[in-house]
């Protein structure tokens, strides 16, 4: 499953720190396990249940919002220098971890994917920060896993946080019809 994992996970290896890289990892490790998807399928699904007809996958999307993420730091900390602080692995760990608990939104009823009543119910940030808790993720990630969507409106988000919350809508507003 690592193998796997980081076959269709290749941004993992920008982690520079070893332990946080190892915990991201495990993360989609148990995501996928405890799934009634495949690492195959998450480069098949749609992106988004909400987009009907989404040609853009699952594993397209979060890999743009992750490569969108890092850009957009990247750029910022040549243009503003000393002024901004931005700590790239929390970043690269949240941006990667910020839909690992859709993974257990997910059920397939009538040969259909779906949205579970579970999964209603706990929204993908719940279970994502659930997950990251699990494996010992840091709480400045955690956080961005927390405050990348809607559920994080109302409360103060780092500057990673912000960063990757805009990357992530910028890749998926495009597409709402």
Same mark, same amino acid.
């Given at each position: 499953?690592?193998?796997?994992?980081? #076959?269709?996970w290749p941004e993992i290896n920008w982690i520079k720190n070893e332990d946080l890289r190892e915990k991201v990892l495990n993360c989609w490790?148990?995501?996928? !396990?405890?799934?009634?998807?495949?690492? !195959?399928?998450?480069?098949?699904?749609?992106?988004?249940?909400?987009?009907?007809?989404?040609?853009?996958?699952?594993?397209? %999307?979060?890999?743009?919002?992750?490569?969108?993420?890092? !850009?957009?730091?990247?750029?910022? $900390?040549?243009?503003?220098?000393? #002024?901004? $602080?931005?700590?790239?692995?929390?970043?690269?760990?949240? *941006?990667?971890?910020?839909?690992?608990?859709?993974?257990? !939104?997910?059920?397939?009823?009538?040969?259909?994917?779906?949205?579970?009543? *579970?999964?209603?119910?706990?929204? %993908?940030?719940?279970?994502?920060?659930?997950?990251?808790?699990?494996?010992?993720?840091?709480?400045?990630?955690? %956080?961005?896993?927390?405050? %990348?969507? $809607? #559920?994080?409106d109302l409360g103060k988000r780092t500057i990673e946080s912000i960063i990757v919350h805009h990357a992530d809508f910028v890749s998926f507003?495009?597409?709402?019809?």
């Amino acid at each position: 499953m690592r193998d796997k994992v980081l #076959e269709i996970w290749p941004e993992i290896n920008w982690i520079k720190n070893e332990d946080l890289r190892e915990k991201v990892l495990n993360c989609w490790i148990y995501a996928i !396990e405890n799934s009634v998807l495949s690492t !195959e399928d998450l480069n098949v699904i749609p992106f988004s249940l909400l987009i009907k007809d989404s040609k853009i996958t699952f594993m397209t %999307h979060k890999r743009t919002a992750v490569q969108l993420a890092v !850009e957009m730091a990247n750029i910022m $900390k040549k243009n503003f220098g000393d #002024e901004i $602080k931005i700590d790239m692995d929390t970043l690269i760990a949240g *941006a990667i971890l910020i839909d690992v608990g859709k993974l257990l !939104e997910y059920e397939i009823k009538d040969s259909k994917l779906t949205t579970s009543d *579970a999964g209603k119910l706990v929204r %993908h940030p719940f279970s994502g920060l659930a997950i990251a808790d699990r494996f010992g993720i840091p709480a400045v990630v955690q %956080h961005i896993i927390a405050t %990348h969507s $809607k #559920e994080g409106d109302l409360g103060k988000r780092t500057i990673e946080s912000i960063i990757v919350h805009h990357a992530d809508f910028v890749s998926f507003d495009p597409f709402k019809a």
